[in-house]
C-alpha cells in the first residue's frame, strides 16, 4: 500500500547513513530527542499510564538525561525492551541509554561491552508465596514449583541457589513479568520470584496482596543501574554525573522546589555552587551546558524525590529505602564530589 | 387404459384414483431428518452426539453473552453486578476497545484519523475487489487511497504523500512514453524518474516540514488492531510484487538469479517466521547503518515482507507450472520478447490460477502479524497479554477479550477468504 | 532473399549490444545482478564490521562450552544447571521435536476425522465440522496457544485441592483410579519404570510389533494364494500383550507402573505433562487438524464418484469404501499438502515461547541468548537447526511422495 513512502524512507534513509557519526552526545542534540529503552511494564519502575505517558523510577532518569542534555524533559523517546532485545537495541545504536533495571554484572560489563553508568537501585532477588502455602522460609521450598521472568539474572540465581541447597524445583520460565503474575495468581506455580522491588511493586497491584507473603531470603545482589555503549566516554560520563547530580542534589538538600532560587545567585556551599553551575565551569567540561544539573534535578527532582513518588512509602508499592539510603543515613548511595 | 375393459368388467375403475400423498415419513421434515440425521445406527449416535454438543456449547455460550455487563469500571464491579449469573464481563471492552483498536500510544483525540483511513477503505476497496462490475475510473478511488491512508495515520505534511505520488505518477508516464523501445529500458527509466522526484521532492518536504501538516504521529506509537492491519496490508502488497520477481527469477534460464531466488526462497521458508522476527529485533540493527531511524516496525515490516513473498512466489510458480507449454512456445512463435511474452500472455493466467494461493497466504500472513507481540510490540495480540491483563483493574478478564480477538480476526479473515471463493468463481473461464 | 545467407555483421562490439543483443543479453543482467548482490551484501557486512559493539565483542561460539547456569523442567536427557549451553541447546532441540512429532499424530488424526465427516450425509456433524474447520483456520495460532495455556491454568482444578491438608485430613480431591490427575500445574500420569532387566522387556516388545507385520504379511498371502481369510485384528492384538506379560511375570516384573505420589509441593514420581507442552500440542493439533481436514476433504472430493459407486455396486458397506477404496487414493491428493503442514507444525512449534515450553526458542533463541547476549552467534544457529530439519523432512517426504505416485505408463 505504501509502497513508495517505504522505498523513499529507505533511500533516505540510506542516504542519511553516509554521513553517520559515533558521538552519541552530538547525535542526541541534532536529533533533539533522546532515545532512552525500558521495560515493557513494571509499575513504580517504568509504565505507561492512561494517557500513554511514560512514569516511574527509571524513567525519570531518561528524563533527568533529557534535560541535562536539551533542556527539556519530555524530549525523550521510549522504547520498549524485553530481556532478550535490551542488549541489542543497545548495541546498534537503537537507544543511547538503557535504563530498565538491569543487574550489574562482570560479563555484561566486560564481555558485552557495555559501560555501567552507576547504580540507582540495589536489589535483590525475593520470593513471593501465598500465605496459604504455610511457607515462611525459602528454605521449605523443595520440590515446589516456582515461576521466573526469564530474561534476567533470576533464572541463574535461581539456578544457585537451589543446587547449593541441594533442593529441587520445577521452573515454569515466563516472558513478561505480567504473564507470570497471571500464572502465579491462577496457581499454576507455587512460589513466583524475581528482583524484591518487583515482587512488592506487583503485589500491591493484586486484589488482596495480604494474602501473598515475600519471604525473608534475599538470595542474590543485585545493583540495577542504567548503561550505556562501551566506547564512548564522553556520552558515558553525561549519564553517570546525571546520575550523582540527583544523588548529590539529596545529599546537599537541592530539591525540584528550591533548585531555581539556589541556582540563581551562589550559594554560601560551593559543591551546591558547582554542581548548579553558578561557580566553575564543570558543564562545559562535559560539552554541556553549565545549567545541565540544574535543569536535570528541576525536571524530576533530586534522588530521593524521585524515589519517594514513584515506589517509596507513600506510593502504592510502598518499598522501604534500606540499602538507597544516602551514606549518611546508613544507606549505600554516595556520589564522588563535584569539583 | 381404462377404455380396454370398459366394457368387459363392471368393477373396474373408469378413471384414475388421484395419487395418494406419500407416506407422512417420507415427506417434508420428516423425511429430511430421517435421510439426513437418522439413517441409520451409526448416524442417529453421531447426531445425537454432535445435539449433545451443540447443547453444551451453546449452555454456556448464550447466558455468557446475554447477562454479560457493558457497566463497570473494572473487575471488581463486574463482579459485583454479575453475581453467580455466568455472564460476561464485556465491561473490559467498554473501557478499553480504544486501546484494543489503536494501542496505548496512539494520542486519543487524533483516533478519528485511523477511523477515517478505515472507513475511507470501504470506498478504495469496492473498485479494486469488483473491479468487473464497476466503471474504470473509481480505480482512481483504490490508488490515491494508500497515500491519503498514510497521511491520515502518520500524519505529517500533506507535501510527503503528494511526493511520494506524484513520484510513482511520473515514472508511469515515462515507462509508458518509451515503452515502445523496450520494457527494460522504460522500466530503468521510469525508475529512475521516480527516484529523481523523490529526490527532489524530499529536498523540497525537507525544506517545508510545516507545510498543511497535521500532527504527525510516529510508528512506534501504532498499537492494537491497527497495527495488524497495518503490517498485514503493507506486507502483503510489498510481497506480491516481490513475489513474482521472485518466481520469474526461479523459473529463469540465468543461474546466478535462479540460485539467488532458490536460495533465498528456500531458506525463508525453511525457518519459523518468529526467528525472522528475532532477526529484525535483535540482529537486522548491526547491519543497518547506526543512525538511519529504522525503527522496529520498519525492520519488522522488511522481515515480514521477505518472507511472504517466499510464499507468494511458490504459489506464483505453482501457477506458471500448470500452464500448458503451448502457452509458453504460442508466444514465441509470435516473436514475442521475455518481458512480453510475460506481461501478455502468461503472467495473466499464471497470476488468475495463483489468486486461490495468493489470498491463502495472505490470511496465513495476516494471522501471522500477531507474532510481533512476541518481540514487544503492542499488537491486538499484545495489548491483551500486556498491559490489559496486568493491569490491576482488569486481571482475570481473559475470555471476553480473547473472544473480542478471536471475533475481530475470524471477521477478517473469513471474509477474505470468502471474496477469494466468489473471484475464483467469477474468473472461471473454462465451460465445464 | 539474401539475408538467409549473410554471415553475422562483423561490426564490432557496441555498447548497445549488451541490451539490444539477445546473444549478451543474458550475461549483461546477471553481471548487474550480481554486482547488486555483491554491493547488497557488501553494505550489510560493512555496516555490521563498523558497529562498534558488534566489532569488539566479535562472533565467538565458545559461549557453547561455558556452563548454562539455567534449570529447565522438561529434560529429555539428564541435564543440570552446570551442564554446557550446548547440552542446552540439544535439549531444546529435542523437545522441539517431541511437540512437532506429537502434534503432527494428532493433528492427522483430527484432520482425517474431520475431513472424512464433514463429508458425511448427517447434516448436524457436516455443520459441525465446518464450524470447526473454519473457526480454527481464521484465527491465528498465536491466540489459540495462549487461549489454551490459560485456560489450562484458570479451568483445571488446582493442585491444592490434591495437597494433604496440614492438619493431617484427607485432601478435597484424590488421584483419578490412583494414577491420573488433571491439575493447573500439569497432568500427571503413571510411568514405566524400568528395573535391570527392563531391556529384555523391550526387546520382547519390538519383536512383537515384528511379529504382527509377519502375521499380517502371511494373513494376505494366504488371502491372495489359496482365498482363505485369516483374521488379523485380534491375532494382532495378541501377539503384541500376550509375550511381554508373560515374559514381565517369568522375569518376577522387572517393568512395573509408578504412580504419581502426593509430596510436600506437587506428585512426585510418575510423570508429568507440563501446561505448557499440553497448550501447545493440543492447540497446534487443532489448528493445523483444521488445515488437515481441508485438505483431506479435497483429496476425497477429488476421487471420482464413480470409485464409490462401482465400490457400492460391488457390496461394500461405506465404512469400507471409504477405508478400502476412497482414501488410499484420495492419499495420493493428501500427502504433498500434508507434508507442508507437518513442516508447518514444526515451524510453529516455535511459539512455544508464548507458553514457556522450553524448545530450541525457549533454550537457544531465549534464556542463552539473554544470559550470553549473543544474539547474533543464538539465531544464526535457531537458524539453522530449523532450516536443516525443514529441508530434510521434505526431502524424505517428497522420496516417499514419489514412490506413491500414480505410475503411468
Not at chain 1, 513512502?5 to 547525535?27: E, K, Y
Not at chain 2, 518466481?247 to 531458506?267: N, W, Y
Not at chain 3, 485438505?295 to 476421487?303: E, K, M, S, Y
Not at chain 3, 492419499?331 to 515461547?353: E, F
Request: glycine share 8%; proline share 5%.
Amino acid at each position: 500500500m505504501k509502497k513508495s513512502v517505504f522505498l523513499g524512507t529507505v533511500a533516505a534513509a540510506g542516504l542519511a547513513a553516509v554521513g553517520a557519526s559515533a558521538q552519541t552526545l552530538s547525535d542526541v542534540q541534532e536529533r533533539g530527542t533522546l532515545n532512552c529503552g525500558v521495560t515493557t511494564g513494571v509499575p513504580g519502575f517504568a509504565e505507561p499510564d492512561a494517557d500513554g505517558v511514560w512514569q516511574g523510577f527509571d524513567v525519570a532518569v531518561c528524563r533527568a538525561v533529557a534535560a541535562a542534555v536539551l533542556g527539556d524533559p519530555t524530549a525523550v523517546t521510549f522504547v520498549p525492551t524485553t530481556g532478550k532485545t535490551r542488549f541489542t537495541a543497545l548495541a546498534s545504536g537503537e537507544i543511547d541509554v538503557l535504563a530498565r533495571n538491569t543487574t550489574w554484572t562482570f560479563s555484561r560489563d566486560t564481555d558485552l561491552k557495555f559501560d555501567f553508568t552507576g547504580i540507582n537501585y540495589y536489589d535483590g532477588q525475593g520470593f513471593m508465596v501465598p500465605a496459604s502455602l504455610g511457607v515462611s522460609s525459602a528454605t521449605e521450598l523443595d520440590g515446589a514449583t516456582i515461576c521466573i521472568q526469564t530474561g534476567t539474572t533470576t533464572e541463574l540465581n535461581l539456578a544457585d541457589y537451589f543446587r547449593v541447597n541441594n533442593m529441587s524445583y520445577e521452573p515454569v520460565p515466563i516472558e513478561t513479568g505480567s504473564e507470570s503474575v497471571q500464572q502465579y495468581l491462577a496457581g499454576a506455580c507455587d512460589v513466583y520470584t524475581t528482583d524484591r522491588s518487583a515482587l512488592a511493586a506487583q503485589r500491591a497491584g493484586f486484589a488482596n496482596p495480604d494474602d501473598h507473603v515475600i519471604l525473608p531470603e534475599t538470595i542474590s545482589k543485585e545493583p540495577l543501574g542504567p548503561l550505556v555503549r562501551h566506547g564512548d566516554s564522553e556520552w558515558f560520563d553525561i549519564v553517570k554525573w546525571t546520575l550523582n547530580a540527583l544523588i548529590a542534589a539529596e545529599e546537599y538538600g537541592v530539591t525540584s522546589e528550591n533548585v531555581e532560587e539556589m541556582a540563581s545567585a551562589p550559594t554560601d556551599n560551593p559543591e551546591i555552587n558547582r554542581l548548579l553551575g553558578t561557580e566553575g565551569e564543570l558543564g562545559s567540561m562535559m560539552g554541556l551546558e553549565n545549567s545541565w544539573a540544574k535543569n536535570a534535578i528541576a525536571a524530576v527532582g533530586n534522588y530521593g524525590e524521585v524515589f519517594d513518588e514513584n515506589i517509596g512509602d507513600d506510593t502504592a508499592i510502598g518499598l522501604a529505602r534500606g540499602l538507597n539510603a544516602q551514606y549518611t543515613e546508613g544507606g549505600l548511595l554516595y556520589a564522588p564530589p563535584f569539583r | 387404459m381404462s377404455d380396454t375393459h370398459a366394457q368387459s368388467v363392471a368393477f373396474v375403475r373408469r378413471s384414475e384414483i388421484p395419487p395418494a400423498p406419500p407416506p407422512a415419513r417420507e415427506t417434508g421434515a420428516v423425511k429430511w431428518v430421517r435421510e439426513n440425521l437418522f439413517s441409520g445406527a451409526f448416524n442417529s449416535i453421531m447426531t445425537i452426539v454432535g445435539l449433545l454438543i451443540v447443547f453444551y456449547l451453546l449452555s454456556g455460550l448464550i447466558p455468557w453473552i446475554l447477562n454479560g455487563t457493558w457497566e463497570g469500571s473494572d473487575i471488581r464491579d463486574c463482579r459485583e453486578i454479575l453475581g453467580n449469573s455466568g455472564g460476561g464481563c464485556f465491561a473490559v471492552l467498554a473501557e478499553r476497545w480504544p486501546q484494543l483498536l489503536f494501542g496505548f500510544q496512539y494520542p486519543d483525540y487524533l483516533r478519528w484519523r485511523p477511523t477515517l483511513a478505515f472507513v475511507l477503505l470501504a470506498v478504495a476497496l469496492p473498485p479494486a475487489l469488483f473491479a468487473m462490475y464497476l466503471p474504470r475510473w473509481t480505480l482512481a478511488a483504490t490508488a490515491l487511497y494508500p497515500f491519503a491512508a498514510y497521511w491520515l495515520i502518520w500524519g505529517g505534511t500533506i507535501l510527503a504523500p503528494v511526493v511520494a505520488a506524484l513520484g510513482i505518477l511520473a515514472g508511469y508516464l515515462v515507462f509508458k512514453a518509451i515503452e515502445k523501445r523496450g520494457f527494460v529500458t522504460a522500466l530503468a527509466a521510469g525508475a529512475a524518474t521516480a527516484f529523481i522526484v523523490w529526490w527532489i521532492g524530499g529536498l523540497i518536504v525537507g525544506e517545508f516540514p510545516r507545510m498543511l501538516s497535521i500532527e504527525p504521529v510516529p510508528s512506534r506509537q501504532m498499537g492494537g488492531f491497527m497495527l495488524n492491519l497495518i503490517l498485514g496490508v503493507i506486507c502483503v502488497s510489498l510481497s506480491i510484487p516481490l513475489g513474482i520477481v521472485l518466481a520469474l527469477g526461479r523459473q529463469s534460464r540465468l543461474p546466478i538469479v535462479k540460485g539467488f531466488c532458490v536460495v533465498f526462497i528456500e531458506f525463508v521458508r525453511g525457518v519459523p517466521l518468529i526467528t525472522l522476527l528475532f532477526v529484525a529485533n535483535v540482529v537486522l540493527a548491526y547491519f543497518l547503518p547506526p543512525d538511519a531511524n529504522f525503527d522496529l516496525i520498519i525492520r519488522v515490516i522488511i522481515m515480514i515482507t521477505m518472507f511472504a513473498s517466499a510464499y507468494i512466489a511458490e504459489v506464483i510458480r505453482g501457477g506458471l507450472a500448470a500452464l500448458p507449454k503451448g502457452q509458453y512456445e504460442a508466444a514465441d512463435s509470435l516473436g514475442l520478447d521475455y518481458p512480453q511474452a510475460m506481461r501478455l500472455i502468461i503472467l495473466p493466467q499464471a497470476l488468475k490460477i495463483s489468486i486461490p494461493g495468493i489470498v491463502n497466504v495472505a490470511v496465513g500472513l495476516f494471522k501471522d502479524t500477531t507474532l510481533v507481540s512476541v518481540i514487544s510490540m503492542f499488537d491486538l495480540v499484545g495489548m491483551i497479554r500486556g498491559p490489559i491483563l496486568s493491569s490491576t483493574d482488569w486481571v482475570g478478564v481473559y475470555w471476553e477479550l480473547w473472544a473480542f480477538a478471536c471475533l475481530l480476526f475470524f471477521v477478517v479473515c473469513y471474509g477474505i477468504s470468502q471474496y477469494s471463493q466468489w473471484l475464483e468463481r467469477q474468473l472461471t473461464t473454462d465451460h465445464r | 532473399m539474401t539475408t538467409m545467407s549473410d554471415p553475422p555483421r562483423a561490426d564490432g562490439f557496441r555498447v548497445s549490444k549488451l541490451i539490444n543483443d539477445t546473444r549478451y543479453r543474458s550475461y549483461t543482467f546477471q553481471f548487474i545482478a550480481l554486482v547488486l548482490l555483491i554491493l547488497g551484501f557488501g553494505w550489510l557486512i560493512n555496516n555490521a564490521i563498523n558497529n562498534p559493539v558488534l566489532r569488539e565483542a566479535g562472533i565467538d561460539f565458545t559461549f557453547l562450552q561455558a556452563p548454562a547456569g539455567y534449570d529447565i523442567n522438561q529434560q529429555p536427557i539428564s541435564y543440570d544447571s552446570q551442564d554446557t549451553h550446548l547440552r542446552a541447546t540439544i535439549i531444546g532441540a529435542i523437545n522441539t521435536l517431541i511437540v512437532a512429532f506429537l502434534a503432527c499424530v494428532t493433528a492427522t488424526i483430527l484432520g482425517v476425522i474431520a475431513g472424512v465427516l464433514r463429508l458425511s450425509n448427517n447434516w448436524i456433524i457436516k455443520k459441525l465440522m465446518a464450524v470447526y474447520v473454519e473457526l480454527f483456520r481464521n484465527i491465528p495460532v498465536l491466540i489459540w496457544i495462549i487461549i489454551i495455556f490459560t485456560v489450562a491454568a484458570n479451568t483445571f482444578p488446582p493442585i491444592s485441592e490434591f495437597r494433604i491438608p496440614r492438619d493431617g485430613s484427607d485432601p478435597e480431591r484424590g488421584l483419578l483410579f490412583g494414577m491420573f490427575a488433571a491439575t493447573n500445574q500439569g497432568v500427571f500420569i503413571p510411568r514405566l519404570d524400568f528395573a535391570e532387566q527392563g531391556w529384555i522387556i523391550a526387546a520382547v516388545a519390538l519383536a512383537s510389533v515384528a511379529g504382527v507385520f509377519c502375521w499380517r504379511a502371511f494373513a494376505r498371502k494366504e488371502l491372495y494364494e489359496k482365498g482363505r481369510e485369516l483374521p488379523v485384528f485380534w491375532p494382532s492384538l495378541l501377539i503384541l500383550i500376550l509375550p511381554v506379560v508373560i515374559v514381565n511375570f517369568a522375569l518376577g516384573s522387572p517393568v512395573g507402573i509408578e504412580n504419581p505420589e502426593m509430596g510436600r509441593f506437587r506428585f512426585e514420581g510418575g510423570f508429568l505433562l507440563r501446561p505448557s507442552l499440553i497448550s501447545l500440542w493440543f492447540a497446534l493439533s487443532v489448528y493445523t487438524g483444521a488445515f488437515i481436514a481441508e485438505n483431506v476433504r479435497a483429496g476425497i472430493l477429488a476421487v471420482s464418484k464413480g470409485q464409490t459407486e462401482a465400490a457400492a455396486a460391488l457390496g461394500l458397506r461405506p465404512g469400507r469404501i471409504m477405508s478400502l477404496v476412497v482414501l488410499p487414493q484420495a492419499l495420493r491428493v493428501i500427502i504433498p499438502p500434508l507434508i507442508s503442514q507437518y513442516l508447518n507444525i514444526t515451524k510453529n512449534t516455535s511459539l512455544a515461547i508464548a507458553v514457556g515450553y522450553m524448545d530450541l526458542t525457549g533454550t537457544l533463541g531465549g534464556i542463552t541468548l539473554n544470559q550470553t547476549g549473543r544474539a547474533l552467534e543464538c539465531i544464526l544457529l535457531l537458524m539453522l537447526f530449523y532450516l536443516t530439519f525443514s529441508l530434510a523432512i521434505s526431502a524424505i517426504m517428497n522420496i516417499y511422495n514419489r514412490s506413491v505416485a500414480l505410475k503411468e505408463r
